[in-house]
């Protein structure tokens, strides 16, 4: 009877048509809860395809003979129902062979992994992070290896010259060019009463020894720029008559005086005395020009005459090259070439000292009478020239081959030109309709400033013996001084150390070797 009771307790056991009555302990089934939840998300999928596949069946479903279960030694079915009951997902056990049991399981362990490789990366990039910094490569966390602006590593010490300026601070350098600064004011104004207001006369100029002359009518007054004295140099005889046009020697001791009677007249700037009266002119000099001891002077009626101040019998030439009155005459530096402007509208280019009757250039473009004219200090070949106010342009001429090089439009009447050798720029001093002044950038030729401040047209324009500041004289009865090449103090400093060292090594001339 035991083997009877034995078998159907076996038989009862093997019966899958009534739940499971067994409880998992509780520890059991916290470590299933996440296999539980992967399995049964598996099994309702599979519970869907199969109870779709067999509602498309005309036949029951049938059991395969992997999951028929008979008890042994029978070869009848186990009492109960005939029919299995349809899988539900939570009494359904799930066939192995088509669950992706191991598929989950590995994601399960793919992603626990990949959450301790995060924290172990994330140390490791802390621990490369920290030790970037403690050896001083200089790379800092979150920053551009490939930087022009970024930091560059500090200098260690004992390093070599190169060294140091490869590890030197990297300043960004602004590719603008900062503009210097020029006053928009002048520096002083002088009063100038009875000057002569006339656009062909030459009535001012600037000495190397810094003494400024300029003629008021009749009178010549000089004043020193740096003490401030003031000297009446002449005075003409006659009521009527006035100074036409001044220039001093280029050592500043001597100045000529060209006047309304025809006369070139000499005087020594330290005496303070006439040391000679030149005639041979028709009418009044309204311009003059030294070249050592050759002194050329303009006249009203468009001659030119070269006088030799060393001998008695002074004119050595005379040039009929204009029809009307010379009002500008320029020497170069090397004192080989002279060019005249005339108010015929031509600038005239003469050869020296093989003088003859006819120039050896002929300049012609310009509309109106040419005073100002100003030749290149660092280009001997480069010639400059304004004209009046039916022109109103400023022209550049290569006397080799006598080919204008450009042309500007200064807007108003041309008269005064003068190069500033510090800056590479040009000052031009004007007349109707702006009488002004304007600084010009070479060779572009962009105006660098404006200065204004005459209430009536420009006449004449001169430049300090230190090349820094410009003295303009106007119809308004003032002159004005305007700091507008002022030399950078760096650069003065060197210059004066080199030119005093310049003159404690060669002898000094003479002051008063030029005339006899």
Not at 14 to 40: A, H, Q, Y
Not at 193 to 212: A, F, H, K, T
Request: charged letters at 20%.
């Amino acid at each position: 009877m035991s083997h009877f009771q034995l078998e159907s307790d076996v038989n009862g056991l093997l019966k899958m048509t009534d739940p499971l009555d067994f409880k998992r302990p509780s520890s059991c089934r916290e470590r299933m809860n996440g296999e539980n939840s992967i399995v049964e998300s598996i099994n309702c999928s599979v519970n869907r395809s199969m109870n779709r596949s067999t509602s498309l069946k005309s036949t029951p479903f049938k059991a395969s003979k992997t999951e028929s279960f008979k008890t042994p030694n029978k070869s009848k079915q186990t009492p109960g129902k005939s029919k299995l009951t349809p899988m539900r997902g939570d009494r359904h056990i799930p066939n192995r062979s088509t669950s992706l049991i191991e598929q989950a399981m590995d994601l399960m362990q793919i992603e626990g992994n990949n959450r301790e490789s995060e924290q172990v990366s994330s140390a490791s990039q802390e621990q490369y992070e920290q030790m970037l910094r403690e050896h001083g490569t200089g790379v800092e966390a979150q920053s551009r290896i490939l930087s022009f602006r970024g930091r560059v590593p500090v200098n260690l010490e004992g390093a070599s010259g190169s060294m140091q300026a490869i590890y030197s601070n990297n300043r960004s350098v602004s590719t603008k060019k900062q503009r210097r600064f020029i006053p928009d004011t002048p520096e002083r104004i002088l009063d100038a009463p009875e000057i002569v207001d006339d656009y062909y006369l030459n009535c001012l100029d600037w000495s190397s020894q810094n003494w400024m002359a300029v003629a008021l009518g009749g009178f010549v007054y000089l004043w020193h720029a740096t003490s401030g004295e003031i000297i009446q140099l002449m005075e003409m005889e006659q009521p009527e008559d006035y100074v036409s046009s001044l220039n001093f020697t280029q050592d500043g001791s001597y100045l000529a005086v060209g006047t309304s009677r025809a006369e070139v007249q000499i005087w020594d700037v330290n005496s303070k005395k006439r040391v000679r009266n030149m005639l041979g002119h028709a009418e009044r000099i309204p311009s003059l020009a030294w070249n050592e001891f050759i002194l050329s002077s303009g006249c009203r009626n468009g001659a030119i005459h070269q006088h030799d101040v060393r001998v008695a019998r002074h004119q050595i030439a005379a040039m009929n090259g204009h029809t009307q009155e010379v009002c500008g005459l320029r020497w170069t530096r090397d004192g080989r070439t002279l060019a005249s402007g005339g108010n015929d509208n031509l600038v005239l280019v003469w050869s020296w000292p093989q003088a003859s009757s006819s120039p050896i250039l002929t300049l012609n473009e310009h509309q109106a009478a040419v005073k100002a004219l100003a030749w290149c200090p660092w280009q001997s070949s480069l010639l400059t020239s304004g004209g009046g106010t039916n022109d109103r342009t400023i022209r550049f001429w290569n006397c080799h081959s006598g080919t204008l090089l450009n042309t500007v439009d200064a807007q108003s009447q041309v008269s005064g030109l003068i190069w500033s050798e510090e800056y590479k720029e040009l000052i031009s001093a004007h007349g109707f309709a702006h009488n002004n002044l304007v600084i010009w950038k070479y060779p572009s030729m962009t105006k660098v400033a404006d200065l204004k401040g005459h209430t009536n047209r420009l006449l004449h324009l001169a430049l300090s013996p230190d090349g820094t500041t410009v003295v303009s004289a106007a119809a308004d009865e003032t002159l004005r001084l305007w700091k507008c090449f002022d030399v950078d103090p760096k650069k003065k400093k060197s210059s004066t150390e080199e030119e005093s060292r310049s003159k404690g090594s060669r002898p000094q001339l003479a002051s008063h070797t030029l005339l006899r």
